[in-house]
């Protein structure tokens, strides 16, 4: 086995989605996905655009979404760039900014993209242990390191780390780039975006997988100082000019444009979080504070793998991380009000039958 495989690509452990059932119908609470549909000003983007015009090649600077977002967030062209989702511009941002030898810094507990794009691309990692409840020590991230990569809210603890705290760490760190990955920031979070202009060191990564329902599109962004966009552009170009096709640049470019349809989805899910997390703790769960489209929680009582199998055996879905320090945690995806529902109705079976 792997014997064609190139030294570098030997010694890799890949990164492991969650799963997608193709045989069964689950309620699916295990990848963030959103419960609701995308913008229709999104689908209908994406079906005019499916005609003949497939056959040439995308703008290879995606100038429609470009546009879209700057317009939206009130930036700059050059501040911002696309990507065939966030995992893709990370990919790039890693290669951009971080030197093979190198060493940078992030939680032990976060997205587990990051070792995994680290030994890819030959970066050495410090991690720095989370406190006991799971914040960010702050202390250790303040220089010493030649990157630093913090996703904000965390996952998959969905904590948010306050905006003094990134600040202090920007101003600690104004030789290297520090990456603030904020996947999740539109359920209640506070962007760090207004921080670009100050700190010429800032990479804020954005998707549109969870808050905009298109987790399917594959459409990421990153908003920086314009030199660490050309970085990005640099990085891209010498990989691939089109990684943005026609359908993704219509789509996501409609969906940024539609922000009452934006405002109404997100507040259906914070509101349907906040009332699941008062659920799960009347029924003894320990919910750490979230400000993302998902909860984490433990149960003292009830060993979280027994959990995890006793919801898959009635059709509900969540994610178990066999991982030091979180296999008693469950990171639960906020789906409708009706999936909450049963999700809230199995979780009381299992704790009054042990499985
Ligand atoms: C989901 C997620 C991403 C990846 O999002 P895509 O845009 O779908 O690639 C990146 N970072 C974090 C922390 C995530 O949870």
């Given at each position: 086995?792997?014997?064609?495989?190139?030294?570098?690509?030997?010694?890799?452990?890949?990164?492991?989605?969650?799963?997608?059932?193709?045989?069964?119908?689950?309620?699916?609470?295990?990848?963030?996905?959103?419960?609701?549909?995308?913008?229709?000003?999104?689908?209908?983007?994406?079906?005019?655009?499916?005609?003949?015009?497939?056959?040439?090649?995308?703008?290879?600077?995606?100038?429609?979404?470009?546009?879209?977002?700057?317009?939206?967030?009130?930036?700059?062209?050059?501040?911002?760039?696309?990507?065939?989702?966030?995992?893709?511009?990370?990919?790039?941002?890693?290669?951009?900014?971080?030197?093979?030898?190198?060493?940078?810094?992030?939680?032990?507990?976060?997205?587990?993209?990051?070792?995994?794009?680290?030994?890819?691309?030959?970066?050495?990692?410090?991690?720095?242990?989370?406190?006991?409840?799971?914040?960010?020590?702050?202390?250790?991230?303040?220089?010493?390191?030649?990157?630093?990569?913090?996703?904000?809210?965390?996952?998959?603890?969905?904590?948010?780390?306050?905006?003094?705290?990134?600040?202090?760490?920007?101003?600690?760190?104004?030789?290297?780039?520090?990456?603030?990955?904020?996947?999740?920031?539109?359920?209640?979070?506070?962007?760090?975006?207004?921080?670009?202009?100050?700190?010429?060191?800032?990479?804020?990564?954005?998707?549109?997988?969870?808050?905009?329902?298109?987790?399917?599109?594959?459409?990421?962004?990153?908003?920086?100082?314009?030199?660490?966009?050309?970085?990005?552009?640099?990085?891209?170009?010498?990989?691939?000019?089109?990684?943005?096709?026609?359908?993704?640049?219509?789509?996501?470019?409609?969906?940024?444009?539609?922000?009452?349809?934006?405002?109404?989805?997100?507040?259906?899910?914070?509101?349907?979080?906040?009332?699941?997390?008062?659920e799960?703790?009347?029924l003894?769960?320990?919910?750490?504070?979230?400000?993302?489209?998902?909860?984490?929680?433990?149960?003292?009582?009830?060993?979280?793998?027994?959990?995890?199998?006793?919801?898959?055996?009635?059709?509900?879905?969540?994610?178990?991380?066999?991982?030091?320090?979180?296999?008693?945690?469950?990171?639960?995806?906020?789906?409708?009000?009706?999936?909450?529902?049963?999700?809230t109705a199995a979780m009381d079976e299992i704790l009054h039958?042990?499985?």
């Open positions: 086995m792997k014997r064609y495989w190139s030294s570098r690509i030997r010694a890799l452990t890949p990164y492991t989605p969650g799963e997608q059932p193709k045989n069964r119908q689950f309620i699916k609470l295990n990848t963030n996905e959103n419960p609701y549909p995308p913008s229709p000003l999104a689908l209908q983007a994406i079906s005019q655009r499916a005609d003949d015009s497939l056959r040439l090649y995308p703008d290879p600077e995606a100038g429609e979404l470009i546009s879209a977002l700057s317009e939206n967030y009130g930036l700059d062209p050059k501040e911002v760039f696309v990507g065939n989702g966030s995992d893709e511009v990370l990919a790039f941002a890693f290669q951009a900014f971080f030197s093979p030898g190198s060493t940078i810094v992030y939680p032990d507990v976060t997205y587990s993209f990051y070792p995994v794009y680290a030994d890819l691309f030959a970066i050495n990692s410090r991690r720095i242990p989370l406190q006991p409840d799971f914040t960010v020590p702050v202390q250790a991230f303040l220089g010493g390191n030649d990157g630093v990569v913090l996703a904000n809210p965390n996952a998959p603890t969905g904590i948010e780390l306050p905006q003094e705290s990134i600040r202090r760490i920007l101003e600690a760190n104004r030789d290297v780039v520090v990456i603030v990955d904020e996947a999740y920031v539109d359920f209640g979070g506070q962007s760090a975006l207004p921080l670009i202009r100050e700190y010429p060191n800032l990479l804020v990564v954005q998707t549109t997988s969870k808050s905009r329902a298109l987790a399917g599109l594959r459409v990421g962004f990153a908003f920086g100082h314009p030199d660490l966009i050309a970085g990005l552009n640099c990085v891209k170009n010498s990989f691939n000019s089109y990684t943005m096709d026609r359908l993704a640049i219509a789509g996501a470019a409609a969906s940024v444009r539609d922000q009452a349809y934006f405002d109404r989805q997100r507040e259906k899910v914070m509101a349907t979080r906040d009332r699941t997390a008062e799960l703790s009347r003894g769960f320990q919910v750490l504070p979230s400000k993302s489209n998902f909860l984490f929680a433990c149960h003292p009582r009830l060993d979280a793998r027994t959990i995890f199998q006793g919801l898959r055996t009635r059709g509900i879905l969540v994610r178990y991380f066999d991982q030091p320090r979180i296999d008693q945690y469950l990171r639960i995806t906020i789906g409708t009000d009706q999936d909450m529902q049963a999700l039958t042990g499985a």
